[in-house]
């Protein structure tokens, strides 16, 4: 592997993450999860601007300056609700990377490839699942006051979303809604992905540095030119899918192979391609690249305080983030509910910060469990 800081003139001071350790790949991680769960909660409960995420609005990012940034109590509910789901791209891009790092070779053994992924995946799914299950039906019939009845019903119904899920085409069905265990793209967009790196891995990390960059900006193009015209016949939305997002792929693999490519030139670059995305349509398929390296810049810049708290607490996060995933979203309705009836700014805020919370420990309790499991299930009868 070439890294950048063995290259002259390309020293900068984010050479500690040009191979990332073990350590700030679970820290990175955790900023994500931790980014994304605030935005799953305040995206549904403020109102003055949404998020430029799977469709186009400039007049969304226009609330952001002129409602939302002269009013200082509503910042962190317009922050994390504009910008907080890009810890989706870090995601992205850091699959692709642990992929080049790990998996270069996986097109020699597709299947124990995909069927280990898999492995890893499925227990922490259908757990959370069962959860959910416990969950819903606990809050709907004795908070709500749903019959049981009319819940099991509704439950039977819910469960054909996570059949989808857990088949990995959810996302490919027109108007498919969001799923209630895990975020719109977890299961599906990663099993696809695990197939296309099963199909073309290896020769994806051995590409060379302009063929990358070729495959990056071809993705930008499809995104340009075929992603809206499959929505508007078929009603599907191919940023729901890996295809969407090749450019964050390609400088996920790209990072592995032959560096990290940030610098300053990079950073103000996609400052502007991302404020220009922000607003104008013909921009905006840049704006998920630009996003995701602004949002490394962020990381990188907390990463480098070098302060012990925040870092234990985001390694906690990362080290939990699959499980976090797949547990916040249907945890968010008692939290959700409050919100709306005293509709105050600290009362969304605690609200956040305890539903954040009490995802943790749902997530940590399926880990645990799963541990608990597999040891049980590893361990000799006798």
Known sequence: MIQASDQPGLKTRYDRFTHLSLRDSILIKGWAILIIVLHNFFHLIYRVTKENEMNFDPARFIALITETMPHPSEWVQGLFTYFGHFGVQLFICLSAYGMAVAHADATAGKRAFFVSRLRRIYPTFFLAVGMWLIFTLAWDVAILHVSLADELKNSGKRLLDVVKVA????????????????????????????????????????????????????????????????????????????????????????????????????????????????????????????????????????????????????????????????????????????????????????????????????????????????????????
């Open 167 to 382: 088949l990995g085409i959810h996302n490919l069905f027109p108007d498919h809604g969001y799923p209630k265990v895990g975020p719109w793209w977890f299961i599906p967009f990663i099993l696809q992905f695990y197939v296309l790196w099963a199909l073309l891995g290896s020769r994806v990390a051995a590409m060379s540095r302009q063929m990358m960059l070729a495959i990056g900006l071809a993705g930008i193009l499809f995104n340009y030119i075929v992603i809206p015209p499959v929505i508007n016949a078929a009603d599907v939305n191919l940023l729901y899918s890996p295809l969407g997002h090749i450019p964050e792929i390609m400088f996920g693999v790209y990072w592995a192979r032959y560096g990290l490519p940030m610098s300053t030139g990079v950073v103000l670059a996609a400052a502007v391609a991302f404020v220009l995305s922000s607003l104008y349509d013909a921009a905006w398929p840049l704006h998920h690249i630009a996003a995701l390296v602004l949002s490394l810049w962020a990381i990188f810049n907390i990463l480098l305080i070098n302060s012990n708290k925040p870092e234990r607490l985001l390694y906690v996060f990362g080290l939990y983030s699959m499980p976090l995933f797949l547990v916040n979203g249907f945890l968010r309705p008692p939290f959700k509910a409050m919100a709306l009836r005293l509709d105050t700014w600290y009362v969304d805020i605690l609200a956040a910060t305890v539903l954040t919370g009490v995802a943790l420990a749902a997530a940590i309790l399926v880990a645990r469990t799963e541990a608990y499991l597999t040891r049980s299930i590893g361990r000799p009868v006798g």
